[in-house]
Every structure is written in C-alpha cells, then in structure tokens.
C-alpha cells in the first residue's frame, strides 16, 4: 500500500515537467482518494504498523551482522522519518488543523529554494530505493519476477528522475511567479499561508513527533543491546577444530552459531534437517546434548555416519562444546550460493525410444544422430508447450521435468504433456511411414515426488539439473512399460495430484529396484487416450 501511495506521488510530481494544470489536476485525483476517510486510516494505519514492525524487528535481531541489501534498506528506513515526518506536518496536519491549501505549489514554495528542496530531492530517492529492495526481497522467489527485472529496473531509475525533473521544473515557474510582489499576495491569498504563529505551532509538532520517533529508535536498540547482555551471561562457548572458538547464546542451533559468527559451515538444504552436509564431529561435549531425534538418527544413518557425527542445523549446545565440520565451502561464497539446492514437489517424466539398438544396427553414425534429432524435434516441442523442460538426453531418452508453481499444476502439466507427446509420435509415425520406415515405440515413466534443483559438478563446470528419488521411480517406471507392453506408467501420486477421475481400479502396484516401497501406477497402452477418457 505505501509503494502504491509513493509510487503515484512520484508521477504526480514529475508531471510538473509538462504542465501546472496536469500537476494539480492529478493531485486533486488523489486526495480524492487517499484523503477519504477509510483511505486515511488505511494509509496512516499501514505507515505506523511498518515503522513498528521495523523496529521490532531491530530490536529482536541476535547480531548487526546481515546481507548488504538488508542493512541498506534498514539504514535508509532509518532515514526516512527525518524528512518524512517534516513533510507529513508541513501538508496533511497544517491542512487538517489550519485549513491551508497543500496544493504542490505550496510545498515546493515552501521549500524553494533553501537546502530543504535538496533534503525533500533526498527522500524521493531513499523512499524509492528503500521500497524498490523491499519489493525485490517480497517477489525474488517468484518464477516471474526474474524475467521482468531486466524491464522494471529501467522502471525505477525512470521513476525518480521524472519526479525530479518535474520538482525542478515547477520549482523554477512558482518561484519566478512569487518573486513578483502582485503574484505573491494572490499565491498567499490561494494557499491561506500560515502566520508566523503557525508556522511555530508546526516546527513544534515536527519537533515532536521528531523526539518521539528518536526514543522509539532508543527504545529498540536498547532492547537489542539488553537482550545480547542478557544472552551473554546465557552464553555457551564453541571451538570449532581447525576454526574459530566463539561465544554464542543459548536456544540457537549450532549452525545458527556458525552463520551468526561468520564461520564457513556448508548446509545446503538451508539448515531444514533434509539433508547431511551441515554434519560435525562432535569432540569433546557430545554428552552434554540430548539424543538425536528419530529424523536426525534417520538421516545419519543413512550416510553411515560415524560416531559422535550430529547434524549442526539439529543440536543446540547448552554446554561447552568441541565440533569438526566434516564438510567446509571452499573456492568462495560463490561457489557455496550456486551449489545451493532448491526442495520442489514436481511431476517428472522419463521418456524411452524402444528397440532403439536393433533399428540402428548396420546404420551410419551420422544416419542414427539424423534420426534422433528427427525424433526429439517431434516429440520435445509437446513437452515445453506444456510447461516442461528437458533435464537432460540420454542417448534415445530424455529426462523432462515441469516446474510450475505448485505440485498440482506440476502433476496436470506433466499429464497432459504425455498425451502430446503421444499425439506428435503418432505424426511422426505417419511421416515415417510414408517414407518407407517402420514406426516409432516410446515408453514413458510419469511420477510426481520430492526433487532438489541445483547445480552439480565441478566449480566453474556445474550443470543445473535435478535429482531425488522421484527420478529414480520414474525411470524404473519407464523400464516396466517394455515387460508391460504400454506406452505409459503413470504413478497414483500424480493421478491425485493432477484430479485425474479414471478408473483407479485398474492400478497396479509395482516393486521397482532401488526404490523401498511399492508404487502403484496405471498403465495405459495409448498415453493419447488417457485424457480423452477423462473427457468422456
């Protein structure tokens, strides 16, 4: 709401580049608006929860130590009262409580042309960038955020520069116009300009609320400073073999020590217990900790870690404590961000050509890698149409995965792609046979199960892809489809997912090698006919 009322002002502003009446005739669009009464309480209500909340926020932090982005924007909120709160009561409160008119032109009167115009130039710009990092941090996560930053960044530089090229240009007209004695008494007359009396009466309510919002800040850093002495004397000492030996509070997790001291401790699922790279050695102090819970025994035991290895992101020391990190980033932080891995529910499909090796006997190397791509040209465009991108080819397969918002849409698009793709095989099939070559077999795994994206390989040399267990069913479903006869085993997991409302009696439940439990899937002999059976 506040970026939407910064955002708008700022245009307002710069329309003063073009026309006074533009200017004034777009700030009148806007009282209208932002100066009705539930609109008021909205935006004052908003302003005050998000200067609250920040300074919470401050107060609750266990170190200074924090990203660059995040000390900016906290620095430049800092900055904003300093100016806003001025502004605040030269316009809205002189207008409430002395009837003046706060038309644009009063404001920039006002200011024009001491330092306070290059004070007000000054919040534009610490407003505009410390909401555009807010905006930033809010949808960086999302899938389209990342492809219409390259567009909005020219955006936010346009923004800024408008709204002061329009403040220079209006400052320069209305200052012209007040130098002019007759100008000047009607401008006085039209904005019912403040007596000296209440212009002190203003400076004392600025001064004020300037006073309030300083001892909220000491409030604040005051609960901040109480709470670190606090954790201090509740304090626990770590020494890390080969590292450090640090002093944290109590309550944090050992990985947490780790980020909050700045020592290098690999945990690439972000210390979330799903996975074991965050492991240590406990040396000296192991006694002192409770027993691991079942997930923590669970995943050391399946790295077969040795003894006294504990998960960092799962212990927090109350006591003394002596740990080896069996795993350190190294070559950079770099290298550390981009080997992160990301946890996704998706649909995956495994796709197989059959009889691949008896069809290309006898044939020539550049014949079988023109048949291939032949192949792929069909069947690969029905799979991106739907949302899918190949992970990667193997030889006469590939590996699709579809990562959409949700596992829902994931388990739908991951459907409907393998019809597609049986659709395309049937053209391709029809122009084989015309040219006198025997049809095209596929088989086809479909699953839905948790995934991790991430790079993996060598640093400088690391390809994206994904890998999980929902790979290996998939691929092991594919390979039942040629004992099976069928086109298509698709796991009731997705079914489920995806709303599919077939006959789910005819599931059948398959041991697949390497996988711990039984998967039950459907066959389909036409992967074409499966969604054309949901329709009917």
Known sequence: MLFTFAFFHFINIGLGLFHTDYLHGMQDGRKAVTRHDIISVVLYVALLLHAGLALYSISQRRTLRMPFSTGLQIILGLLIPLQLISHIVQTRFAHEVFDVNDEMGYIIILMWPSTAVWMQSLLV????????????????????WSKTVPYLIGLAVFIPTFALAGLLTEGRRIWADFADPFLREQYIEHYNWPSPEEFQALFSVKDNALMAFWAALGVSLSVFVFRKLWRRRHSVRVKYVEGPEVVAEKGMTLLEI??????????LCGGKGRCTTCRVIVEDGADQLPAPSEVE????????????????????????????????????????????GQERQL???FLDMRGFTS?????????????????????VPAITADGGVV???????????FETTDAESSARAGLKAAADVSRALQRFNLQLEAEGSSRVRIGMGLHLGDLVLGEIGAAGHAAHTIIGDAVNVASRLEGQTKELGVELLVSAELLHAAGHDSDLSRLQSFNLRGVTRPIPALPVTNAADLLAEKAA
């Open 125 to 144: 710009l610490v407003v505009w960038v410390h909401s555009c990092i807010g905006l930033h941090m809010w949808l960086r996560l999302t899938r389209w």
């Open 258 to 267: 780790s980020q909050a001291n700045g020592v290098p401790h690999t945990a």
């Open 297 to 340: 025994a669970r995943s050391l035991a399946a790295v077969s870690a040795p003894k006294g290895a504990r998960l960092a992101c799962q212990i927090r020391p109350t006591e003394p404590l002596t740990a080896y990190r069996m795993f350190r980033p190294e070559g950079g932080r770099s290298r550390a961000h981009a080997s992160q």
């Open 347 to 349: 649909a995956v499909l």
């Open 359 to 379: 069809r290309t006997t006898g044939q020539l190397p550049y014949d079988i890698v023109f048949l291939l791509n032949r192949f792929f040209d069909a069947i």
């Open 391 to 401: 992970d990667k080819y193997m030889g006469d397969g590939l590996l699709a995965v």
